[in-house]
């Protein structure tokens, strides 16, 4: 299953015997041709748009949680020494 596959080689194995010429290069396969519209450009570049405002939204958000925390913790403190 996770074994690579790989292609036949349609040329056969190299004698033994050695000759002047030289190997053919091997040919390279293309990939396959991948069609994209703008649609599914515009929907990613959206979506990348609204997960980076909502990581923002989110690390604004633990920013302030934490300021609060510090000065209530600072504010009962100064209650507690009067």
Known sequence: M???????NPTPP???THTA???PAPARRSL???SIDQ???AALVIGGVVL??????VAVTAISVAVAAVVLR?????QQRH
């Open 14 to 16: 190299p004698s033994h």
């Open 32 to 34: 396959p041709s991948v």
């Open 39 to 41: 649609k599914t450009v």
């Open 52 to 57: 980076t405002a909502l990581l923002a939204a």
């Open 21 to 23: 010429t030289t190997d």
């Open 74 to 78: 600072s504010l009962l403190r100064d």
């Open 2 to 8: 996770f074994l690579p596959k790989y292609p036949d």
